[in-house]
């Protein structure tokens, strides 16, 4: 699924004239032909399929479908094919806009391009699990200034605020569990009661992916070691790009994964209830 947001969704609809269904100037066929040559997809496959099943709908669900890279690089080449068609048109004095719409056309297009690129440029394949497990407000905004450095390709600055944001993830995590803590607990502590928790209430089927959560907990405990002496949470020479892009995208991996393992706990749990007001006395 791409990283892409709704102000980001708007201008490229805007851009390729999606609003009445339609993609650009192509018809079904080169539609079709476009998106296998480009992507070597299938548009008209029906895990694509949404709705009306428009050109533009199938756009839609291609975006919501496939990965960063992959959406990322259609979107770039329809975006310079259609801005050659709509230069084209501007060249023939009965199809040309107005010079200053057509310049703020054109600021689109590059507007549209930029988003195409860091699709393809996203570093950290799960950064989309960085969200808050709760309503803290300021939680939001850590996970969202978190990202923020990600989009803009510097993950080495935002190092210490991942590590407090997995700090808050996982104490939510136990209080969510009745899993007790203290005010100080280091986070490798934190995470190891809480794979405690979670092998000690049969919620992982395989000793595979214990071992996995198990080594994490080391991972996490050199990650406090990380945040003291190679982020900004102190006066440190900050860590090399490309060992950041590794912790980022180890973190955002176990976070994923834990999202997943909540939402079969909740299910579950909801499942075992039972409706008193189903049952006859």
């Not at 190891?192 to 395989?206: A, D, Q, R």
């Given at each position: ?6 102000r ?10 999606m ?17 296998g040559?480009?992507?070597?997809r ?9 709705a ?26 329809m ?9 084209e ?11 200053e ?13 930029i988003?195409?690129?860091?699709l393809?440029?996203?570093?950290v394949?799960?950064?989309g699990?960085?969200?808050p ?6 939680f939001?905004?850590?996970s ?47 995470f ?15 000793e ?27 006066d ?18 176990m976070?994923?994964f ?11 749990t909801?499942?075992?209830k039972?409706d ?6």
């Open positions: 699924m791409s990283e892409i947001n709704v980001e969704k708007a201008k490229v609809e805007k851009f390729l004239g609003g009445s269904g339609y993609v650009a100037d192509f018809s079904d066929r080169t539609f079709r032909e476009f998106v040559v480009v992507t070597g299938d548009i008209n496959n029906e895990i694509y399929h949404y009306s099943n428009s050109k533009a709908n199938r756009l839609r669900q291609f975006i919501i479908v496939e990965d960063d890279v992959i959406v990322g690089k259609l979107l770039e080449e975006c310079n094919h259609y801005f050659e068609v709509l230069k048109r501007q060249s023939n004095s009965w199809q040309a806009k107005d010079a719409d057509f310049k703020s056309t054109e600021e689109l297009y590059k507007e549209c391009l988003i195409a690129q860091r393809q440029g996203n570093v394949s799960d950064i699990a960085i969200k497990n709760s309503d803290d407000l300021d939001k905004k850590l969202e200034s978190i990202k923020d450095s990600i989009d803009k390709n510097l993950p080495e600055v935002a190092l210490d605020r991942l590590h407090t944001f997995v700090v808050k993830y996982i104490r939510e995590l136990c209080k969510k569990h009745g899993i007790e803590y203290s005010a100080d607990e280091a986070l490798h502590s934190l190891g009661k809480y794979i405690k928790f979670l092998t000690g209430n049969n919620h992982l089927e395989s595979m992916t214990v071992r996995i959560l198990k080594t994490s907990i080391g991972n996490l405990d050199s990650f406090n070691h990380v945040r003291n002496n190679k982020s900004f949470a102190h440190n020479p900050i860590l090399n790009y490309e060992e950041s892009v590794l912790i980022f995208n180890s973190i955002s991996s976070i994923k834990i999202e997943a393992v909540e939402n079969r706990i909740n299910k579950e909801d499942e075992n039972v008193w007001n189903d049952i006859t006395f």
